[in-house]
């Protein structure tokens, strides 16, 4: 089929060349430039959902309801669900569409499971194409699911718009689950399997560790005689924060949930509904929109200018030349890496002539 084909049919809202748009944009088979390049203006209508957090916090469970809940809404959801790559044929290893069995028959659902393929902040390097493809497509919701590896799925943060942070009891040590970076990823918390033993600390944890980030347990306290004890407790001006309707700056609220009895999914709801109206009364979805065009630039740069001197064989042989002289420190990786980049100036331009 050819371009102009699939471009019409995608045009038309036909599913099938939604999911072959998808795996040429995914795969970055040829075409795949242009293809986006043609759907590039019909992005930033779909309001872009990350849920991340450790294995077995239920996020696929929340994810399922949050798309149930967007479609007695009406609104069309589509969902990119990031699993670990298989070591055997490198495809998503764990396939949560199956999961997600409930809603995946909706005709006004669409879900892609997709491998990391190595890569390490826990969406795979193709996710914001691919979410692209399916903002372009029409859809009102887009729901990006992280593998779930831990400490380091910060990607996420740069994909959505608002980031869902999935918590459990059992997670272990709290110190070692509200690692810096995770922590300030995190635009609402959600303590999920709420019913089990340890959740209402847990979720206390979180609330001090915002409290003692944000600095919001000594803002406005008299000194001396005039101390309000109330206001040094961390924990409870944080949750005092993250109830206010404050114009100019967001406190994560920490929500309770028990997701396989639907308890809790209308408080996340609410919460996203209301970020994502401070988002836009403050300015920041724009703020926030722009940094990811500014991440995708750069991002795409890095890849074209690897791709053009690695996949170059005078290129590779050229630093195999080097490598002696490195080790016997006679120059330094540094020093090479400069004079590769002058003597290979063409190859970073993207000239013709090599």
């Not at 809202?13 to 075409?31: M, T, Y």
């Not at 203006?41 to 929340?62: D, E, F, N």
């Not at 826990?122 to 979410?131: F, I, K, M, P, S």
Request: glycine share 10%.
């Amino acid at each position: 089929m050819s371009s102009e084909r699939l471009l019409a049919d995608f045009d038309a809202g036909k599913p099938a060349a939604l999911a072959r748009v998808v795996s040429i944009v995914e795969n970055h088979r040829d075409g795949f430039e242009p293809i986006l390049a043609s759907l590039h203006g019909r992005t930033g209508r779909a309001r872009r959902i990350g849920l991340t957090g450790p294995p077995g916090a239920g996020k696929s469970t929340i994810t399922a309801l949050l798309v149930k809940r967007f479609r007695d809404a009406g609104l069309r959801v589509g969902v990119i669900a990031v699993d670990p790559t298989s070591p055997f044929t490198g495809g998503a290893l764990l396939g949560d569409r199956v999961r997600m069995e409930n809603v995946a028959l909706d005709p006004g659902v669409f879900i892609r499971s997709m491998a990391t393929r190595g890569s390490l902040g826990g969406l795979a390097a193709a996710t914001r194409e691919v979410a692209d493809v399916l903002d372009a497509f029409g859809f009102d919701r887009l729901l990006i699911e992280t593998v779930g590896v831990g400490q380091s799925e910060l990607d996420v943060a740069r994909t959505a718009d608002s980031t869902l942070l999935v918590l459990v009891p059992e997670s272990g040590d709290s110190i070692q689950t509200l690692k810096a970076g995770v922590m300030e990823i995190a635009d609402v918390f959600v303590v999920n399997k709420a019913d089990r033993p340890g959740a209402d600390r847990l979720r206390n944890d979180v609330e001090l560790m915002l409290g003692l980030r944000k600095g919001v347990s000594f803002g406005n306290v008299p000194t001396h005689h005039g101390v309000d004890l109330k206001r040094m407790n961390p924990a409870r001006a944080a949750r005092e924060a993250a109830g206010e309707q404050n114009p100019s700056e967001w406190t994560p609220p920490v929500l309770s949930a028990v997701a396989v009895k639907q308890e809790g999914i209308d408080t996340i709801l609410a919460a996203l509904d209301r970020h994502f109206a401070y988002l836009e009364r403050s300015g920041t979805l724009r703020t926030r929109r722009r940094e990811r065009m500014r991440e995708r630039v750069r991002d795409v740069v890095a890849q074209k200018v690897s791709d053009r001197l690695w996949k170059d064989q005078r290129t590779v042989a050229w630093l195999e030349e080097q490598l002696p002289a490195v080790e016997d420190g006679r120059v330094t990786p540094f020093a090479v890496a400069d004079r590769l980049l002058r003597e290979r100036a063409e190859l970073v331009r993207g000239d013709e002539k090599t």
